[in-house]
Nanobody, 123 residues
């Protein structure tokens, strides 16, 4: 069994910063890729950033220059550092994890979502 938990959201003023964490725990053997998504009220979910096990990183255009994704393999945790936040960044941020999970008869590739963390940017 694998659990994926996001943390670090909150209320911040425009121009402020937050660091989100996405931690995978349980029967994780290895992580292939982790992507951060966000969804604002009344809007479609959109991908924010993604990081792969080979070090490859990709950002949405709105995130370039303001957000940084990084990982700590020892902790099975991926971070999203968000700087110069704007009101339009207000959303629920969730992470999606592609991983190899240890199961009873070996290993299996699985995909998990966390429950999300609210980010509100407001003065």
């Amino acid at each position: 069994q694998v659990q994926v938990v996001e943390s670090g959201g909150g209320l911040v003023q425009p121009g402020g910063s937050l660091r989100l964490s996405c931690a995978a725990s349980g029967s994780v053997f290895s992580i292939y890729a982790v992507a951060w998504y966000r969804q604002a009220p009344g809007k479609k979910r959109e991908r924010v950033a993604e990081i792969h096990s080979d070090g490859g990183i990709d950002y949405a255009d709105f995130a370039k220059g303001r957000f940084t994704i990084s990982r700590d393999d020892a902790k099975n945790t991926v971070y999203l550092q968000m700087n110069n936040l704007k009101p339009e960044d207000t959303a629920v941020y969730s992470c999606n994890v592609d991983l190899s999970e240890t199961i009873r008869w070996g290993r299996a590739s699985r995909n998990y979502w966390g429950q999300g963390t609210q980010v509100t940017v407001s003065s």
